[in-house]
């Protein structure tokens, strides 16, 4: 046997006997997911959010602002997000960011020096992330008549304030709450997506109650942890108490995620597991959707390969949407989304 195949196996056994059991690195894993994270600094928007909505616009809702944060580890994201929307002046005016040491071209940034490492799912400032959004919600709500929040991995197809109607002002205050479903959701109806996909998923949201949104960062875990529950498991649990009296809705399918293609799923801690779990759903044809939010991709790369392979899907089959259109032209027909005229309007479990 020569002497660098001896070198080698040695090299291979001592990994080996290095390498920690499967136990041992579980165990690893959990003590990292249990490890408190710092909260995040948090600038308030409040100042920038009465800026932007001095700006007029004619399509998105008087008195609402789209809300985001990026930092240096979704920054690459963030033109994949706006590729189609960044043409349409009416809608980029009316965005504010809060911005972790980058500064972009996609609406007002809020700056902030502080650093906020790489975290990706369940990783790192992950929990400290997803609770931000409900600060900065609720300090937007105390000037803005409605707020709606956008992950930085979801994919904007068409206007949503237009799809969604919100144009109307009898429209925005039919609901304290609209989300993401969090299930696989074929829904288009009130009392469908009511029964059927009332589980919250907190990458798409639009709100217009400040008490709600105040309510739910003040319920956030003294002690944060990737391990623990989530955010919308909380908010959750806010919307079924109906001592609170909020009126809240699932958005339609239009509203789409990644998660449902999936075919297997773990259903997360605190889901109701009362409300009817489909495998998979059958997405809303490609331009038909409004959005796609790409989570349960696993990382920022591949989030930014989906991305764009999307947008240029879009392009080909539907248009190129980048510049102003007419509301009506973009507005979900009133079969599909008028939920606000149902006379049964109820809070989440009632």
């Known amino acids: 046997m020569g002497l660098s195949v001896r070198i080698l196996l040695r090299l291979v056994l001592a990994a080996c006997w290095l390498a920690p059991s499967r136990p041992m690195a579980r165990q690893d894993v959990l003590n990292w997911r249990v490890k408190v994270r710092p909260q995040l600094v948090l600038p308030n928007v409040s ?5 932007v ?49 980058v500064v972009d071209r996609f609406g007002l940034c809020v700056n902030s020096s502080h650093k906020v490492p790489p975290s990706d799912f369940r990783r790192s400032n992950y929990a400290a992330l997803i609770w931000a959004k409900w600060r900065i919600m609720a300090d937007a709500l105390t000037v803005a008549r409605v707020a709606m929040w956008l992950d930085a991995d979801v994919l904007l197809l068409r206007n949503p304030w237009v799809a969604l109607d919100l144009l109307d002002p009898r429209k925005v205050g039919a609901f304290d709450f609209r989300h993401q479903s969090e299930d696989p959701c074929a829904a288009t109806q009130f009392e469908e997506l009511q ?27 003294r002690n944060l942890t990737n391990f623990h529950r989530l955010d919308q498991d909380f908010v959750e649990n ?23 293609s999936l075919p297997k799923r773990v259903l997360r801690k605190g889901r109701d597991n009362s409300i009817p779990l489909p495998k998979r759903v059958a997405y809303v044809p490609l331009c038909q959707r409004v959005t796609h939010h790409f989570n349960c991709v696993t990382d920022s790369m591949k989030k930014k ?13 539907c248009g190129n949407s980048s510049s102003e259109v007419s509301p009506s032209a973009s507005r979900l027909t009133s079969s599909v ?4 005229r149902s006379t049964t309007v109820t809070a989440v479990g009632a």
């Open 47 to 51: 100042a920038a959010v009465a800026r």
């Open 53 to 101: 909505l001095l700006e007029p616009s004619s399509c998105v809702a008087e008195g609402g602002v789209t809300l985001s944060v990026t930092n240096s580890h979704h920054a690459w994201l963030r033109p994949e997000q706006f590729a189609l929307l960044e043409g349409q002046t009416c809608f980029m005016r009316r965005m504010v960011s809060v911005c972790y040491g």
């Open 195 to 221: 029964a059927k996909c009332a589980n919250v998923n907190g990458g798409q949201l639009v709100m217009s109650n400040y008490r709600l949104a105040a309510q739910i960062y003040a319920a956030r875990p």
């Open 238 to 260: 806010i919307l079924r108490n109906r001592t609170n009296g909020f009126r809240s809705c699932a958005l339609p399918a239009h509203f789409a995620s990644y998660c449902w």
């Open 305 to 317: 390969k989906v991305m764009r392979s999307m947008v240029a899907s879009w392009r080909a089959e």
């Open 337 to 340: 989304e008028d939920v606000s």
